[in-house]
């Protein structure tokens, strides 16, 4: 069947720009085109269908859900449902407290604030579009994988006595759980797309805009030199990179992406764009009004080793 | 009436409040609103996910942003 995508961008730059198919500057802005609208629309209904299942399972359902489970079983059903359970940054603080209020341990709230970020639709739309199926997969499965390993490993630590102290007192009331109805859900997951693709929108065209330069104009074997196999700390120097470029899965991974197809492995890669979901600034500030400074930094680092560990993983298991 | 905005003061809870303070003022209701920015008194409504809108200390919506005719209906009574 012929690509109708592919059809398009065809249309746009061999026809009507009138540019010569096969030089450097045209495929590389049929390239651009193919890719940012394939990317937008997959972002508009994954997205949408995304939102709609995550309107069934409210954070103060899960923390009922997760109240009466213990250390492994907990973990690991806390990185599953922090997939599908809705969660932006600000809403970290009131999470943390009332899942530990409800005496969830605190390995298991913190597998739950892992796989939450970590997994998000803007990184699986990015992947599934740029990367494919199996890529998609496994950066999911490694991220929820990471999520249940740190929050038992942490959790083995003992670190209760880090949290601050006034978390403990607060008592949370019992909330009565407003239902929406499905049209609600609807219009909710719909305003919500828009919102994401006016945030993302613009990155999604500056990183697939680099991804085609890069895709033109970088020799392979320069990179494969630098950042390939050969160099044992591509993986640690690639998460530090990841740190600063926080939540923006949309400008960094049609990069990430050129930079594969350029020689860098797959595990580096995936540690880079794991560190920028994963390991977010902005999210560390927030959670230091829970968190003290050592728990906050041994949560970080749980996590960051954990990363480097997957990205060696999969560089020595996928040739 | 008493409306409460619970929400620690990310761009999701300023959404929300400008919606309601528009709605109300457009109605003509005289409403009394306040921001709940405290994280205790947050928690003591039950609600995890921000922002959530307490109408004379009922929850009406809590993690995400209601719609304006939602806000209409709550303030008028209608639901």
């Not at chain 1, 730059?13 to 609208?37: P, T």
């Not at chain 1, 603080?93 to 892992?114: A, D, K, N, R």
Request: proline fraction near 5%; include cysteine.
């Amino acid at each position: 069947m012929p690509d109708p995508l592919k059809l398009l961008a065809d249309l746009l730059v061999y026809r009507v720009f009138r540019l010569h198919q096969g030089a450097h500057l045209a495929d590389a802005l049929n390239f651009f085109i193919y890719d940012v609208i394939k990317i937008l629309l997959l972002l508009t209904a994954i997205i949408f269908v995304v939102a709609v299942i995550r309107s069934f399972f409210p954070p103060e359902r899960t923390r009922q859900f997760l109240g009466r489970k213990r250390s492994w079983v907990g973990n690991i059903l806390a990185a599953l449902l922090g997939i599908v359970t809705p969660f932006c940054s600000c809403s970290a603080v009131p999470l943390f407290i009332g899942f530990l209020e409800s005496g969830i341990p605190l390995g298991v709230t913190l597998s739950f604030l892992i796989s939450s970020p970590t997994v998000n639709e803007v990184a699986l739309v990015m992947l599934l579009g740029l990367f494919g199926l199996k890529v998609a997969g496994l950066y999911i499965a490694s991220g929820v994988g990471i999520a249940i390993v740190a929050g038992i490993v942490l959790g083995r630590l003992k670190l209760e006595r880090y949290v601050e102290e006034y978390v403990y007192q607060i008592k949370v009331g019992s909330a009565d759980y407003v239902r929406p109805t499905f049209r609600q859900r609807a219009t909710d997951a719909w305003a919500y797309t828009g919102e994401i693709l006016r945030k993302v929108g613009p990155w999604v065209l500056v990183g697939v805009g680099v991804g085609a330069l890069i895709h033109g104009y970088v020799p392979v074997n320069w990179l494969a030199k630098v950042a390939g196999r050969g160099n044992p700390f591509a993986v640690p120097i690639a998460v530090l990179i990841g740190v600063p470029l926080y939540s923006n899965a949309a400008g960094t991974i049609p990069i990430v992406q050129a930079l594969t197809a350029k020689g860098v492995p797959i595990g580096t890669a995936l540690a880079l764009m794991m560190a920028v979901t994963a390991l977010s600034l902005p999210e560390a500030i927030i959670l230091r009004r829970v968190m003290k400074p050592r728990l906050l930094a041994v949560y970080f680092g749980v996590v960051a080793l954990a990363i480097v560990f997957v990205g060696y993983l999969f560089n020595a298991v996928i040739r | 009436m008493l409306i409460q905005i619970l929400g620690p003061g990310c761009s999701r809870c300023h959404e929300t409040e400008r919606r309601v303070v528009n709605t109300v003022s457009r109605l003509g209701i005289a409403a009394d609103i306040r921001k709940v920015t405290d994280m205790k008194e947050i928690m003591s409504f039950g609600v995890l996910g921000t922002p959530a809108v307490v109408i004379d200390g009922k929850v009406k919506c809590h993690g995400r942003i209601p719609a304006a005719e939602e806000i209409e209906k709550w303030v008028t009574g209608k639901s």
